[in-house]
């Protein structure tokens, strides 16, 4: 790959810092992004690419103004249009638009679309005041959207908005701020949706067909009659930090689809959350922790789960409302007062007689990389026919970040995370391919070995890797896996720390550690000779699980602890009578889950001292097209587990 040279001012080394990071998918706190700089500050010279990875809309061709004043909705779109698979930035600035941008290509394609604001704050999209298209509240219209309006398939892989705000502008009561569509990885992070005046349809709206698994992170919603509008049976969504203000009808509103909620604060007179149905039994499954509802008004509940839908909520605050939670099964209304330590919508599931709470695993956030100066950053060559060498150079380099452009990897033996190197990015659509030998066996294309870091991150790929593992942690230091495309993970460093946030991958090997995963999406099946999820004398947190086939979903053994927060098993094809979704042997799990079409027969299988019992399909609660389980319990004394 060629490379040219250019002098930039400290100013624009910043910028592109910035963007640099951003574009990393790792958003931080940046003390500098932003900082203004005296013109008398000595030029600084680097080497980027060529090839274009990163798409600036105030670029030429594009060159949009973003001064708050000219319609930029044409420059926007075709940078967009025209630009699939590599990241369009939005530096700051107000970008002025006057209808629906879409993520969509002119092939018609809407996958791998990564749009990238250079801050939360100081990048805001704002439809113009009173635009006629979007005036119908009955017929909404979107600012940003990811779908077309036409569903073939569940394959917009990939699909990311960060960093950036978007605003309805005044007298918009037909807008929606962002209609989102991602499966099994993709993301919103680090955005504010902000309704002047409260108006307007939706802040994000996910009811798009076939629409999830996907991770909402760090999102702030403003305003609109219904700041969270999620519908539809397929095929869920994880939330980690969720703000919801001055909604009008409800802070998130619910129907049918399967929602895993960790952090969430509102300060709404409405109801905070609806979780609704569409008729009996078509009622969705909410899992919610850690929880603030303020300002509610003293007539209504916090949460409203009066339709029989399925509720798993534990450490929830409220202030205002009349009840922190009203639930109904039937005929049974029941109404709860905050502080809520746990509640069940429906009776708690066990096999062995024992506690009827959850696990409670203690809960911990992925660390944030304190990103180095840019010196402290190495792009890989990959113009060769082979690079693992250059991957392996560019590690051994002595930086701290080691970066990928938008476009494939070959790897033909293992490389190992040593030295000074803290993180591992790709930029866009970069991807992964295990190549030779090492495709064909179970060596990982990365082994974490020594360092000096005491922790690495791998984010920003998807990956070819046949039946190499992507990663063998063979170091205590801790892990963090973000938006890959990626499976194969084993663990040989007891005592070690796993993170994984959206992730879409099978063979997950966890091994006497720690492991919290948020939004992860795991898919193997029979004819694979692979296995989900393994989970050996570990504590294993998930929030938000969706999977697919017809194989064990997770099992539990060697006095291993598994809590699930929500999970989603979509049953796309028959399931051989006599698999079990979990199983769990002298080990303890607390499960929060739904089926969707074929169920497992069983679906749960525990064994303590040689006795075996299960859990019949028939057992969970009924929904339309499959069952729920708003909480299972299985937890057993052993002496890994009280040695922890």
Same mark, same amino acid.
């Given at each position: 790959?060629?490379?040219?040279?250019?002098?930039?001012?400290?100013?624009?080394?910043?910028?592109?810092?910035?963007?640099?990071?951003?574009?990393?998918?790792?958003?931080?706190?940046?003390?500098?992004?932003?900082?203004?700089?005296?013109?008398?500050?000595?030029?600084?010279?680097?080497?980027?690419?060529?090839?274009?990875?990163?798409?600036?809309?105030?670029?030429?061709?594009?060159?949009?103004?973003?001064?708050?004043?000219?319609?930029?909705?044409?420059?926007?779109?075709?940078?967009?249009?025209?630009?699939?698979?590599?990241?369009?930035?939005?530096?700051?600035?107000?970008?002025?638009?006057?209808?629906?941008?879409?993520?969509?290509?002119?092939?018609?394609?809407?996958?791998?679309?990564?749009?990238?604001?250079?801050?939360?704050?100081?990048?805001?999209?704002?439809?113009?005041?009173?635009?006629?298209?979007?005036?119908?509240?009955?017929?909404?219209?979107?600012?940003?959207?990811?779908?077309?309006?036409?569903?073939?398939?569940?394959?917009?892989?990939?699909?990311?908005?960060?960093?950036?705000?978007?605003?309805?502008?005044?007298?918009?009561?037909?807008?929606?701020?962002?209609?989102?569509? #991602?499966?099994?990885?993709?993301?919103? &992070? *680090?955005?504010? +949706? !902000?309704?002047?005046?409260?108006? @307007?349809? /939706?802040?994000?709206?996910?009811?798009?067909?076939?629409?999830?698994?996907?991770?909402?992170?760090?999102?702030?919603?403003?305003?609109?009659?219904?700041?969270?509008?999620?519908?539809? #049976?397929?095929?869920?969504?994880?939330? &980690? *930090?969720?703000? +919801? !203000?001055?909604?009008?009808?409800? @802070?998130? /509103?619910?129907?049918?689809?399967?929602?895993?909620?960790?952090?969430?604060?509102?300060?709404?007179?409405?109801?905070?959350?609806?979780?609704?149905?569409?008729?009996?039994?078509?009622?969705?499954?909410?899992?919610?922790?850690?929880?603030?509802?303020?300002?509610?008004?003293?007539?209504?509940?916090?949460?409203?789960?009066?339709?029989?839908?399925?509720?798993?909520?534990?450490?929830?605050?409220?202030?205002?409302?009349?009840?922190?939670?009203?639930?109904?099964?039937?005929?049974?209304?029941?109404?709860?007062?905050?502080?809520?330590?746990?509640?069940?919508?429906?009776?708690?599931?066990?096999?062995?007689?024992?506690?009827?709470?959850?696990?409670?695993?203690?809960?911990?956030?992925?660390?944030?990389?304190?990103?180095?100066?840019?010196?402290?950053?190495?792009?890989?060559?990959?113009?060769?026919?082979?690079?693992?060498?250059?991957?392996?150079?560019?590690?051994?380099?002595?930086?701290?970040?080691?970066?990928?452009?938008?476009?494939?990897?070959?790897?033909?033996?293992?490389?190992?995370?040593?030295?000074?190197?803290?993180?591992?990015?790709?930029?866009?659509?970069?991807?992964?391919?295990?190549?030779?030998?090492?495709?064909?066996?179970?060596?990982?294309?990365?082994?974490?070995?020594?360092?000096?870091?005491?922790?690495?991150?791998?984010?920003?790929?998807?990956?070819?890797?046949?039946?190499?593992?992507?990663?063998?942690?063979?170091?205590?230091?801790?892990?963090?896996?973000?938006?890959?495309?990626?499976?194969?993970?084993?663990?040989?460093?007891?005592?070690?720390?796993?993170?994984?946030?959206?992730?879409?991958?099978?063979?997950?090997?966890?091994?006497?550690?720690?492991?919290?995963?948020?939004?992860?999406?795991?898919?193997?099946?029979?004819?694979?000779?692979?296995?989900?999820?393994?989970?050996?004398?570990?504590?294993?947190?998930?929030?938000?699980?969706?999977?697919?086939?017809?194989?064990?979903?997770?099992?539990?053994?060697?006095?291993?602890?598994?809590?699930?927060?929500?999970?989603?098993?979509?049953?796309?094809?028959?399931?051989?009578?006599?698999?079990?979704?979990?199983?769990?042997?002298?080990?303890?799990?607390?499960?929060?889950?739904?089926?969707?079409?074929?169920?497992?027969?069983?679906?749960?299988?525990?064994?303590?001292?040689?006795?075996?019992?299960?859990?019949?399909?028939?057992?969970?609660?009924?929904?339309?097209?499959?069952?729920?389980?708003?909480?299972?319990?299985?937890?057993?004394?052993?002496?890994?587990?009280?040695?922890?």
């Amino acid at each position: 790959m060629d490379d040219f040279v250019i002098k930039v001012t400290r100013t624009q080394w910043l910028r592109w810092l910035c963007l640099t990071l951003l574009s990393g998918f790792l958003v931080a706190g940046f003390g500098q992004c932003g900082s203004s700089e005296s013109a008398a500050t000595p030029a600084i010279s680097f080497a980027v690419p060529t090839g274009a990875d990163i798409v600036n809309v105030q670029a030429a061709p594009y060159l949009a103004k973003g001064d708050g004043k000219t319609d930029d909705t044409a420059a926007i779109q075709s940078a967009i249009s025209e630009n699939r698979m590599k990241l369009i930035y939005f530096p700051n600035g107000t970008y002025l638009v006057s209808d629906t941008i879409r993520a969509q290509a002119a092939d018609g394609k809407q996958k791998r679309f990564f749009l990238q604001g250079e801050s939360q704050a100081e990048t805001v999209i704002r439809l113009q005041a009173q635009s006629p298209a979007f005036q119908n509240s009955a017929a909404p219209r979107p600012i940003i959207s990811f779908w077309a309006g036409e569903v073939n398939d569940a394959t917009a892989f990939r699909n990311q908005i960060r960093g950036l705000t978007i605003e309805a502008g005044a007298n918009n009561p037909g807008a929606i701020a962002l209609r989102f569509r #991602a499966n099994n990885y993709g993301a919103v &992070e *680090n955005v504010t +949706l !902000r309704s002047p005046g409260r108006q @307007g349809r /939706y802040g994000l709206d996910l009811s798009a067909g076939l629409n999830g698994p996907l991770l909402v992170k760090n999102l702030t919603v403003e305003g609109f009659d219904i700041g969270v509008y999620f519908t539809g #049976a397929l095929h869920s969504a994880t939330f &980690e *930090n969720l703000e +919801l !203000r001055q909604q009008q009808q409800y @802070g998130l /509103y619910n129907q049918r689809q399967v929602i895993s909620i960790h952090g969430l604060k509102s300060n709404n007179r409405v109801p905070a959350i609806k979780n609704a149905s569409d008729g009996y039994p078509a009622h969705g499954l909410l899992t919610l922790v850690e929880a603030d509802l303020q300002g509610g008004d003293g007539n209504t509940a916090a949460i409203d789960n009066t339709e029989g839908g399925g509720l798993y909520a534990r450490d929830v605050k409220t202030g205002g409302y009349e009840a922190a939670i009203a639930n109904q099964v039937e005929e049974h209304l029941t109404k709860v007062t905050a502080p809520v330590a746990e509640f069940v919508s429906h009776p708690v599931r066990s096999l062995f007689p024992g506690s009827e709470s959850a696990l409670q695993l203690p809960i911990e956030s992925a660390p944030e990389l304190s990103w180095p100066p840019i010196q402290a950053w190495i792009q890989v060559d990959g113009s060769g026919e082979d690079d693992t060498e250059a991957i392996q150079s560019a590690i051994d380099a002595g930086k701290a970040v080691v970066y990928f452009a938008a476009q494939e990897y070959t790897i033909s033996a293992p490389i190992e995370l040593r030295g000074d190197v803290q993180a591992l990015v790709g930029i866009g659509a970069a991807s992964l391919k295990a190549t030779g030998a090492l495709r064909e066996s179970e060596q990982p294309i990365f082994r974490l070995v020594e360092g000096n870091s005491a922790t690495v991150w791998i984010e920003g790929f998807e990956t070819d890797l046949g039946q190499a593992f992507l990663i063998e942690q063979a170091a205590a230091r801790s892990l963090v896996l973000r938006h890959l495309g990626a499976g194969g993970y084993r663990n040989l460093a007891e005592g070690s720390k796993l993170f994984i946030e959206d992730v879409a991958g099978w063979r997950w090997y966890f091994r006497h550690q720690q492991v919290w995963a948020r939004q992860l999406n795991t898919e193997a099946s029979s004819e694979s000779n692979a296995i989900n999820i393994d989970n050996e004398g570990a504590d294993v947190w998930i929030l938000g699980l969706k999977t697919e086939r017809d194989i064990p979903v997770i099992t539990t053994h060697q006095g291993g602890r598994t809590e699930l927060l929500g999970g989603f098993l979509y049953g796309n094809r028959d399931i051989p009578e006599g698999t079990a979704a979990f199983i769990s042997e002298d080990s303890s799990q607390s499960l929060v889950f739904a089926s969707y079409n074929h169920p497992f027969e069983p679906f749960i299988r525990e064994i303590r001292q040689g006795d075996r019992r299960e859990l019949a399909e028939t057992a969970p609660q009924p929904m339309k097209y499959g069952k729920m389980m708003p909480l299972f319990v299985g937890q057993t004394s052993t002496p890994q587990a009280e040695a922890r």
